[in-house]
């Protein structure tokens, strides 16, 4: 995702600025660039690809002395990963630094262009740059025109402007994405989009709220929201740099978890508009012809795969089936052309689903990424691409990924849904509803966590887990399996919930744990026997379920929903962290997990 740096002061800025865009190369991104104000004037320099290519272009460049400056690591998302694209994008005063997505910007786009503005890049950010200073002509001041202009953007932002119209300050923006601004004892002001950059530097942080806004010299910090002035809180920032990092979390894993909620909006951000999903990466002829998917994945990605085969058969109303990579890849699969091959991968580099794509490819059929990393090897291959927009995942263990993978392709089944005309329009609006309300239901519930912590301790032992589970909820208990293996090391296996009695249940005895996922929105009554049959042979057993369970040994309880796919995140949730506290018992490395890699790119 991409990172926001900022200052002033009478320190060096471009070592400055480099070093702390360093410090949030761990986000990932593409290209990255600053500008620098010095006596009234700005330089800006951009390169794609690492830091180092944009440290050879400033090489010769330095400016000492009282300034600001600005910078800016992009992760792509309107526009491909090139120089223009990149960041800052510029006015004919003023340089701006965007992360996340303003998705009005087409509107805005539109007319700025009937007055005559003309637009270099592909990005939605240069609208902001354009309107902040054709709203300087009609503003009393540079503080007027960014205000303006704020106000009329929609979406998620943290912002941050100089211009050579108020030469000592920066102008600052944050909407849903993070921005907060440093201070020491010396009068130097520091922004970054998260901690890390800020340590060593700065004495005291504000973390800025969502909707707030101002300006910032060395000499006051204005901040308003919606028109009126508010009281900028600031404190200690703790000076532990892996630390700030993990944003306080013990783990990326856990962070990654806690981030769940905040992904899965930009996941949705602008592709659901006026009640209709818009895919405006796919081609519009991509569905003609097409009467059946494949799905192809490895891992945690396959899991991905297996829900997105209910909800497509469901809503979609069209054939799939899914396949995990390395099986798909010497099976000698029968191809047609009548079907569309979607590949998932968090990382676009693993080898073996590369390599089953490249077949799908090679046999004429239309292909499909949907993917966490943008132009990664997978997403260069393939004929059309939804990018999952997780951010960076760290954690060996994928959680976010998977949040957003199943995000991703339910948004895909109601797009082919509505594009099919497979379901009526109250099924279709009713779902679109509930996936633009899906973010509320992965926000981490403390009580649970920490329900979760104590529960945790009386699975440390045991001769092994099974995950239970039916229709959607059996790729979950998969995943929680899986999960549980990655980082406790202790067996664990999923399986569907009406599959026990043909074999499993001959395992079952009191050190057998059942983690069993009973949804009251998807087959409540047949789970329930199911778990019945194994608490006859005396499992021990966890039920996760909104409705009490008698014979449960354990019991975490679930809210109340009314679609399925609310009970499903919520759960998934309450699995991975059921996962991270085992393992934290158990004194496992979470992160990097014994004999695995985040990224597989070997058969
Ligand atoms: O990057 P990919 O999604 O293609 O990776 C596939 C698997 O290697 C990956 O999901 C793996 O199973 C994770 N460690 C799961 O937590």
Redesign the pocket.
């Known amino acids: 995702m991409c990172g926001i740096v900022g200052y002033i002061g009478k320190k060096e800025k471009k070592e400055l600025i480099l070093s702390a865009l360093k410090e949030l190369e761990y986000r990932g991104y593409d290209s990255a660039g600053i500008a620098v104000m010095k006596d009234g004037r700005i330089d800006a320099f951009k390169a794609i690809g690492k830091l180092g290519n944009l440290e050879k272009k400033t090489k010769d460049f330095t400016s000492h002395n009282e300034g600001a400056a600005i910078g800016h690591t992009r992760w792509a998302t309107h526009g491909k990963p090139t120089e223009i694209n990149a960041h800052p994008h510029f006015g004919e005063h003023s340089y701006i630094v965007h992360n996340g997505i303003i998705e009005n910007y087409r509107e805005i786009k539109e007319a700025l262009i009937k007055e005559g503005i003309t637009f270099l890049s592909q990005t939605d950010t240069e609208v902001a740059v354009y309107l902040f200073e054709y709203n300087l002509k009609n503003s009393k001041n540079a503080f007027e025109a960014f205000e303006k202009t704020i106000l009329s953007l929609k979406g998620a932002y943290a912002i941050l402007l100089i211009t050579t119209t108020a030469p000592d300050s920066i102008f600052f923006a944050k909407n849903a994405a993070p921005l907060i601004v440093g201070k020491n004892d010396e009068g130097e002001i520091f922004f970054g989009s998260s901690d890390a950059p800020l340590i060593g530097h700065a004495k005291e942080v504000c973390y800025l709220e969502d909707g707030q806004y101002g300006v910032l010299n060395k000499n006051e910090i204005l901040l308003y929201a919606d028109r009126k002035k508010v009281l900028p809180v600031f404190k200690d920032l703790p000076q532990d740099k892996s630390y700030a990092q993990k944003e306080g979390f013990r783990f990326f894993m856990e962070k990654e978890i806690y981030e769940q909620s905040r992904v899965l909006g930009e996941t949705l951000m602008g592709r659901i508009k006026n009640n209709e999903i818009v895919l405006e990466e796919l081609d519009e002829h991509l569905f003609e012809g097409i009467s059946a998917v494949k799905i192809c ?5 396959f899991h991905a795969g297996l829900a997105a085969g209910y909800l497509f058969e469901r809503f979609a109303k069209i054939r799939t089936d899914i396949i995990i990579a390395s099986e798909f890849r010497y099976k000698e699969p029968l191809l047609t052309k009548d079907t569309l091959f979607v590949v ?7 080898a073996d ?1 590369l390599e089953a794509l490249k077949i799908a490819k090679n046999a004429g059929l239309k292909t499909l990424a949907i993917c966490n990393v943008d132009n990664s090897s997978i997403v260069r291959l393939a004929d059309s691409t939804i990018l999952t927009r997780a951010g960076i995942e760290k954690g ?3 959680t976010k ?1 998977f949040a957003t993978q199943v995000a991703t392709l339910w948004l895909l089944a109601i797009f082919i849904a509505q594009k099919q005309k497979s379901v009526s329009k109250e099924r279709l609006e009713s779902e679109i509803d509930t996936l633009l309300k899906i973010p509320s239901s992965l926000i981490v519930d403390n009580a649970t966590h920490e329900k979760i912590k104590r529960l945790s301790k009386r699975y440390l032992h045991g001769h092994g887990f099974f995950f239970i589970g039916r229709d959607i909820f059996y790729p979950l208990a998969l995943e929680g399996a ?2 549980l293996k ?1 980082i406790s090391y202790l067996h664990a296996e999923g399986y569907p919930a009406g599959e026990m009695k043909h074999g499993p249940i001959a395992l079952v005895d009191s050190k057998l744990f059942t983690v069993a996922l009973l949804p009251k929105t998807m087959l409540y009554d047949k789970t329930k026997n199911n778990i019945e049959e194994l608490s006859a042979r005396d499992a021990t057993i966890l039920v996760i379920s909104p409705e009490r369970f008698e014979l449960a040994d354990d019991f975490i309880k679930t809210q109340h929903s009314t679609h399925v796919m609310n009970e499903f995140f919520e759960m998934m949730i309450i699995l991975q962290l059921l996962a991270l506290e085992i393992a934290v018992r158990l004194g496992n490395d979470v992160d990097m997990p014994r004999n ?1 890699a ?3 790119t070997v058969e």
């Open positions: 994945a490895c891992g945690t990605s998932i991968s968090q990382s676009g580099e693993t689903t060996v263990a994928s990924a899986l999960k990655e695995l985040k990224s597989v």
